[in-house]
């Protein structure tokens, strides 16, 4: 496929963006990607295509949109199918809803941040005791869930840096599955620098008088 014929409207900070190339990449699919302006500016391509909600991530497949990630990766999945696929045939696949959590972190302080840091805390030991002693969450195969889940650890520096905590140290288990994911190229090639995305905090910290 040419990559003009899938074309993704993205953030470089999104973690919703990020889901959506780690499944393009496990997929070994080409594609364009169009870096999106959210603070100066957006592009007339992503008002057009996501005119409810203008917000990334937004997949053009030959001129036809497909907005939200979990259903991006949805369509990627069924699109162009593997032998391991990122879909588990059974119920627990559902998303894995994490960032709301760690917002609490960064968009706080005093007495509100602490509960906001327990609450994430206990968000995390869930999903380890939902993993249990399996490498993934789908079992012995990268999958939907992780695809949903790493792509969120790339903001956990900022969250660790403003509530004062370790990930590694709470949720063990959790942090040897971030190693895990981090060895898959389609993961290690996507994610960006923890520090940019704590500049970036910094920046929305002060848009929201935080700072």
Known sequence: MSKDELRLLDFWASPFCMRVKIALSEKGVAYASQEEDLFGGKSDVLLKSNPIYEKVPVLLDNGKPIVE?????????????????????????????????????????????????????????????????????????????????????????????????KVEQECPKFGCWMKR????????????????????????????GIE
């Open 181 to 208: 994911c981090l060895k898959r190229e389609s993961v290690s090639s996507v994610l960006p620098d923890p520090e940019k995305i704590y500049q970036c905090v910094i920046m929305l910290r002060k848009m929201h």
């Open 69 to 165: 990630s979990n259903n991006i990766v949805y369509y990627i999945d069924d699109k162009y199918p593997s032998p391991n696929p990122l879909l588990p045939s059974c119920a627990y696949g559902r998303p894995v809803h994490i960032f709301e959590g760690g917002m609490g972190i960064w968009k706080s302080k005093g007495e509100e941040l602490e509960i906001a840091k327990k609450d994430f805390i206990e968000i995390l030991k869930k999903l380890e005791g939902a993993m249990g002693d399996k490498d993934y969450f789908g079992g012995d195969n990268f999958g939907y869930v992780d695809v949903i889940a790493i792509a969120m650890t790339s903001w956990f520096h900022a969250y660790e840096v403003f509530g004062d905590f």
